[in-house]
């Protein structure tokens, strides 16, 4: 590893430390692309209703890391703080005063997992099964 320059380390006292993908940083709430497992946007979060997805992507990856968009009301983000609190999942409110994004919501690793699709479209219901009740008879009989 080379030594820093007194030009480098001026540079970094003055405008910080030197930061990979600035750009997309700012867009995805402080992480990376790569790291992202799943996203909502502004309008999504803002929904009454708890997206399953959210909730069954921090039960498959109890070791992610939940960043909210600080941008929003408190109100719209304290569903999402509860499940995080609830499942044990760090969760970050990330406001950034310069540059607005449309995210509002990122469940992401500490590591690169490249997932192609990380933005839900559309709200689905859970897959389990329901418990059907049986009538008396069906006790009784196998129909």
């Given at each position: 590893?080379?030594?820093?320059?007194?030009?480098?380390?001026?540079q970094?006292?003055?405008y910080?430390?030197l930061e990979?993908k600035?750009?997309?940083r700012r867009k995805?709430?402080?992480t990376?692309?790569e790291?992202?497992?799943v996203a909502?946007?502004?309008r999504?979060?803002?929904?009454?209703?708890?997206?399953?997805?959210?909730?069954?992507?921090?039960?498959?990856?109890p070791?992610?890391?939940?960043?909210?968009n600080?941008?929003?009301?408190y109100?719209?983000l304290?569903?999402?703080?509860?499940?995080?609190a609830?499942?044990?999942?760090?969760h970050?409110?990330?406001?950034?005063?310069e540059?607005?994004t449309?995210?509002?919501l990122?469940l992401?690793?500490?590591h690169?997992?490249?997932?192609?699709?990380?933005?839900?479209?559309?709200?689905?219901?859970y897959l389990?099964k329901?418990?059907?009740?049986?009538?008396l008879?069906a006790?009784?009989?196998?129909?």
């Amino acid at each position: 590893m080379k030594k820093p320059t007194v030009d480098e380390v001026l540079q970094q006292g003055i405008y910080g430390p030197l930061e990979t993908k600035p750009d997309e940083r700012r867009k995805y709430l402080g992480t990376i692309r790569e790291r992202i497992i799943v996203a909502l946007y502004k309008r999504q979060v803002a929904e009454a209703e708890v997206y399953p997805q959210i909730e069954q992507s921090m039960r498959e990856y109890p070791e992610a890391h939940l960043f909210l968009n600080g941008n929003m009301s408190y109100e719209e983000l304290s569903k999402y703080v509860k499940l995080a609190a609830k499942k044990k999942i760090e969760h970050k409110i990330v406001t950034n005063k310069e540059h607005d994004t449309e995210i509002g919501l990122i469940l992401a690793m500490g590591h690169a997992i490249d997932k192609e699709e990380i933005f839900i479209t559309k709200k689905q219901q859970y897959l389990e099964k329901p418990h059907e009740k049986k009538g008396l008879f069906a006790k009784f009989f196998k129909w």
